[in-house]
């Protein structure tokens, strides 16, 4: 796999938890509590725990070919518990 395509995936996983995240956040965890239907975070949840695992995956994988310090790493992975955080990775450090 060349690394241009390397990066491309990383950039779709990254778009897609940080879509998941919110989905999860902002609709399926608001469903559950206020209106009492938990069927939405068991299926946003487990497709948003698919995408971390491969997030923090991916951002270990592709720390090395794109030249990442231990810093940079580490901001990428905490970006990935924060909100917006996954978008604001692929803004900054996946533009090459």
């Known amino acids: 796999m060349s690394f241009d395509n390397q990066i491309k995936i990383f950039r779709w996983i990254s ?8 989905t999860l956040l902002f609709l399926a965890m608001p469903l559950k509590y206020i209106f009492g239907l938990p069927q939405m ?24 070919p794109l030249g990442w310090s231990i810093k940079t790493l580490f901001i990428a992975i905490a970006c990935s518990v924060l909100p917006f955080g996954p ?4 803004n900054k450090y996946l533009k090459v």
């Open 15 to 22: 778009i897609l938890e940080g879509i998941s995240f919110l």
């Open 41 to 64: 975070v068991q299926i946003v949840g487990m497709a948003h725990g698919i995408l971390f695992i491969a997030y923090i995956t991916g951002a270990v994988l592709i720390s090395k």
């Open 87 to 90: 978008f604001y990775v692929e």
